[in-house]
T-cell receptor, first 112, second 108 residues
Framework: NAGVTQTPKFRVLKTGQSMTLLCAQD?????MYWYRQDPGMGLRLIHY???????AKGEVPDGYNVSRLKKQNFLLGLESAAPSQTSVYFC???????????FGSGTRLTVV | EDKVVQSPLSLVVHEGDTVTLNCSYE??????LLWYKQEKKAPTFLFML????IEKKSGRLSSILDKKELFSILNITATQTGDSAIYLC????????FGAGTILRVKS
Protein backbone atom coordinates (compact mmCIF):
# COMPACT_ATOMS: atom_id res chain seq x y z
CA ASN A 1 0.00 0.00 0.00
CA ALA A 2 1.79 3.13 -1.24
CA GLY A 3 -0.26 5.76 0.65
CA VAL A 4 0.56 9.21 -0.76
CA THR A 5 3.19 9.44 -3.48
CA GLN A 6 4.72 12.71 -4.65
CA THR A 7 6.80 13.24 -7.75
CA PRO A 8 9.38 14.57 -8.28
CA LYS A 9 11.33 14.51 -5.01
CA PHE A 10 13.73 17.28 -6.00
CA ARG A 11 13.71 19.93 -8.71
CA VAL A 12 15.65 23.04 -9.60
CA LEU A 13 13.92 25.61 -11.80
CA LYS A 14 15.00 28.85 -13.35
CA THR A 15 12.90 31.94 -12.70
CA GLY A 16 10.00 32.02 -15.12
CA GLN A 17 9.94 28.30 -15.88
CA SER A 18 6.84 26.23 -15.26
CA MET A 19 6.36 22.83 -13.71
CA THR A 20 3.76 20.47 -12.29
CA LEU A 21 4.01 18.51 -9.07
CA LEU A 22 2.03 15.29 -8.98
CA CYS A 23 0.38 13.79 -5.93
CA ALA A 24 -1.25 10.36 -6.04
CA GLN A 25 -3.07 8.53 -3.22
CA ASP A 26 -4.43 5.00 -3.19
CA UNK A 27 -6.58 5.21 -0.04
CA UNK A 28 -9.77 6.46 -1.72
CA UNK A 29 -9.57 9.69 0.28
CA UNK A 30 -11.95 12.48 -0.69
CA UNK A 31 -9.83 15.33 0.65
CA MET A 32 -6.44 16.29 -0.72
CA TYR A 33 -4.17 19.20 0.14
CA TRP A 34 -1.02 20.96 -0.97
CA TYR A 35 1.15 22.63 1.68
CA ARG A 36 4.45 24.44 1.54
CA GLN A 37 6.88 24.40 4.43
CA ASP A 38 9.39 27.18 5.03
CA PRO A 39 11.76 27.54 8.00
CA GLY A 40 10.01 28.97 11.08
CA MET A 41 6.62 29.08 9.37
CA GLY A 42 5.25 25.59 9.74
CA LEU A 43 3.03 24.18 7.02
CA ARG A 44 0.93 26.66 5.06
CA LEU A 45 -1.99 25.53 2.95
CA ILE A 46 -1.76 26.44 -0.74
CA HIS A 47 -4.85 24.79 -2.24
CA TYR A 48 -7.07 21.92 -1.32
CA UNK A 49 -9.78 19.72 -2.79
CA UNK A 50 -12.86 18.20 -1.16
CA UNK A 51 -13.52 15.76 -3.98
CA UNK A 52 -12.95 14.93 -7.62
CA UNK A 53 -13.42 17.97 -9.84
CA UNK A 54 -13.29 20.49 -6.95
CA UNK A 55 -10.55 22.82 -5.78
CA ALA A 56 -10.36 25.68 -3.30
CA LYS A 57 -7.82 28.28 -2.24
CA GLY A 58 -5.90 27.98 0.98
CA GLU A 59 -3.79 30.45 2.88
CA VAL A 60 -1.11 31.14 0.23
CA PRO A 61 -2.60 30.38 -3.23
CA ASP A 62 -0.97 33.11 -5.33
CA GLY A 63 1.33 31.86 -8.08
CA TYR A 64 -0.08 28.32 -7.98
CA ASN A 65 -2.86 26.45 -9.73
CA VAL A 66 -4.28 23.00 -9.05
CA SER A 67 -6.45 20.39 -10.67
CA ARG A 68 -8.25 17.27 -9.42
CA LEU A 69 -9.47 15.54 -12.57
CA LYS A 70 -9.31 12.11 -10.93
CA LYS A 71 -10.05 11.32 -7.30
CA GLN A 72 -6.65 9.78 -6.70
CA ASN A 73 -4.56 12.59 -8.22
CA PHE A 74 -4.02 16.20 -7.19
CA LEU A 75 -1.72 18.30 -9.34
CA LEU A 76 0.02 21.52 -8.30
CA GLY A 77 1.23 23.81 -11.07
CA LEU A 78 3.61 26.72 -11.08
CA GLU A 79 3.09 28.72 -14.27
CA SER A 80 6.03 31.11 -13.86
CA ALA A 81 8.32 30.13 -11.01
CA ALA A 82 9.77 32.80 -8.71
CA PRO A 83 12.57 32.53 -6.12
CA SER A 84 9.95 33.11 -3.38
CA GLN A 85 8.50 29.71 -4.32
CA THR A 86 11.65 27.95 -3.19
CA SER A 87 10.29 25.64 -0.52
CA VAL A 88 9.46 22.08 0.44
CA TYR A 89 6.04 21.06 -0.84
CA PHE A 90 3.92 18.41 0.86
CA CYS A 91 0.81 16.76 -0.42
CA UNK A 92 -1.61 15.16 2.04
CA UNK A 93 -4.95 13.40 1.98
CA UNK A 94 -7.69 12.45 4.43
CA UNK A 95 -11.16 10.91 4.64
CA UNK A 96 -12.64 13.97 6.35
CA UNK A 97 -11.26 17.44 7.07
CA UNK A 98 -10.84 16.75 10.78
CA UNK A 99 -9.01 13.44 10.40
CA UNK A 100 -5.30 12.85 10.67
CA UNK A 101 -3.72 13.47 7.33
CA UNK A 102 -1.46 11.09 5.45
CA PHE A 103 1.47 13.00 4.01
CA GLY A 104 3.65 12.38 1.00
CA SER A 105 7.41 12.45 1.39
CA GLY A 106 7.75 15.98 0.03
CA THR A 107 9.24 17.77 -2.97
CA ARG A 108 12.17 20.08 -2.44
CA LEU A 109 11.93 22.85 -5.05
CA THR A 110 14.61 25.45 -5.63
CA VAL A 111 14.00 28.40 -7.96
CA VAL A 112 17.13 30.23 -9.06
CA GLU B 1 -8.68 34.09 10.61
CA ASP B 2 -7.78 30.67 12.00
CA LYS B 3 -4.58 30.71 14.04
CA VAL B 4 -2.41 28.12 15.81
CA VAL B 5 0.48 29.23 18.02
CA GLN B 6 3.09 26.87 19.40
CA SER B 7 5.61 27.51 22.14
CA PRO B 8 8.45 27.38 22.69
CA LEU B 9 9.79 27.74 19.15
CA SER B 10 12.79 25.63 20.08
CA LEU B 11 14.40 24.01 23.07
CA VAL B 12 17.39 21.91 23.94
CA VAL B 13 17.27 19.33 26.72
CA HIS B 14 19.38 16.46 27.98
CA GLU B 15 18.45 12.81 27.72
CA GLY B 16 16.15 11.82 30.55
CA ASP B 17 14.55 15.25 30.90
CA THR B 18 10.79 15.77 30.65
CA VAL B 19 9.49 18.37 28.19
CA THR B 20 6.13 20.06 27.70
CA LEU B 21 5.19 21.57 24.37
CA ASN B 22 2.31 24.02 24.10
CA CYS B 23 -0.26 24.72 21.44
CA SER B 24 -2.97 27.39 21.58
CA TYR B 25 -5.52 28.01 18.88
CA GLU B 26 -8.33 30.15 17.54
CA UNK B 27 -10.29 28.22 14.92
CA UNK B 28 -13.85 28.41 13.72
CA UNK B 29 -15.80 25.17 13.53
CA UNK B 30 -13.32 23.19 15.64
CA UNK B 31 -13.32 19.45 14.92
CA UNK B 32 -10.00 18.13 16.26
CA LEU B 33 -6.46 18.95 17.32
CA LEU B 34 -3.61 16.84 16.03
CA TRP B 35 0.05 16.46 16.94
CA TYR B 36 2.67 15.40 14.43
CA LYS B 37 6.36 14.59 14.67
CA GLN B 38 8.56 15.61 11.77
CA GLU B 39 12.07 14.34 11.41
CA LYS B 40 13.76 14.58 8.05
CA LYS B 41 10.79 14.10 5.78
CA ALA B 42 7.02 14.05 6.06
CA PRO B 43 5.19 14.66 9.35
CA THR B 44 4.06 11.49 11.06
CA PHE B 45 0.88 11.35 13.09
CA LEU B 46 1.07 11.17 16.89
CA PHE B 47 -2.32 12.00 18.40
CA MET B 48 -5.75 13.28 17.54
CA LEU B 49 -7.73 14.98 20.32
CA UNK B 50 -11.38 15.88 20.12
CA UNK B 51 -12.59 15.97 23.72
CA UNK B 52 -11.42 18.09 26.66
CA UNK B 53 -9.67 16.52 29.60
CA ILE B 54 -9.08 13.08 28.14
CA GLU B 55 -5.39 12.26 28.06
CA LYS B 56 -4.03 10.28 25.17
CA LYS B 57 -0.85 8.28 25.75
CA SER B 58 1.60 6.43 23.60
CA GLY B 59 4.66 5.18 25.44
CA ARG B 60 6.53 8.19 26.82
CA LEU B 61 4.33 10.68 24.95
CA SER B 62 1.03 12.02 26.18
CA SER B 63 -1.27 14.85 25.23
CA ILE B 64 -4.37 16.56 26.53
CA LEU B 65 -6.79 19.14 25.19
CA ASP B 66 -8.58 21.99 26.95
CA LYS B 67 -11.39 23.22 24.70
CA LYS B 68 -12.48 25.89 27.14
CA GLU B 69 -9.06 27.57 27.28
CA LEU B 70 -8.27 26.61 23.66
CA PHE B 71 -4.95 24.88 24.15
CA SER B 72 -3.23 21.55 24.20
CA ILE B 73 0.03 20.24 25.62
CA LEU B 74 2.28 17.44 24.47
CA ASN B 75 4.45 15.85 27.17
CA ILE B 76 7.49 13.72 26.55
CA THR B 77 9.01 11.98 29.56
CA ALA B 78 12.49 10.43 29.84
CA THR B 79 13.51 12.03 26.55
CA GLN B 80 15.87 10.21 24.19
CA THR B 81 18.00 11.47 21.31
CA GLY B 82 15.50 9.87 18.94
CA ASP B 83 12.89 12.35 20.15
CA SER B 84 14.81 15.16 18.43
CA ALA B 85 12.44 16.51 15.78
CA ILE B 86 10.01 19.28 14.92
CA TYR B 87 6.70 18.81 16.70
CA LEU B 88 3.75 20.24 14.84
CA CYS B 89 0.33 21.07 16.23
CA UNK B 90 -2.57 21.32 13.81
CA UNK B 91 -6.19 22.19 14.40
CA UNK B 92 -8.94 20.85 12.16
CA UNK B 93 -11.92 22.97 11.28
CA UNK B 94 -12.85 22.86 7.62
CA UNK B 95 -9.18 22.10 6.98
CA UNK B 96 -6.07 21.65 9.08
CA UNK B 97 -4.23 24.78 10.17
CA PHE B 98 -0.69 24.19 11.38
CA GLY B 99 1.39 26.01 13.92
CA ALA B 100 5.00 26.93 13.16
CA GLY B 101 6.26 23.96 15.17
CA THR B 102 8.59 23.43 18.12
CA ILE B 103 12.11 22.28 17.34
CA LEU B 104 13.24 19.86 20.03
CA ARG B 105 16.85 18.79 20.36
CA VAL B 106 17.77 16.14 22.88
CA LYS B 107 21.45 16.00 23.77
CA SER B 108 23.11 12.80 24.95
Amino acid sequence: NAGVTQTPKFRVLKTGQSMTLLCAQDMNHEYMYWYRQDPGMGLRLIHYSVGEGTTAKGEVPDGYNVSRLKKQNFLLGLESAAPSQTSVYFCASSYTPGDGYTFGSGTRLTVV
Amino acid sequence: EDKVVQSPLSLVVHEGDTVTLNCSYEVTNFRSLLWYKQEKKAPTFLFMLTSSGIEKKSGRLSSILDKKELFSILNITATQTGDSAIYLCAVGGNKLVFGAGTILRVKS
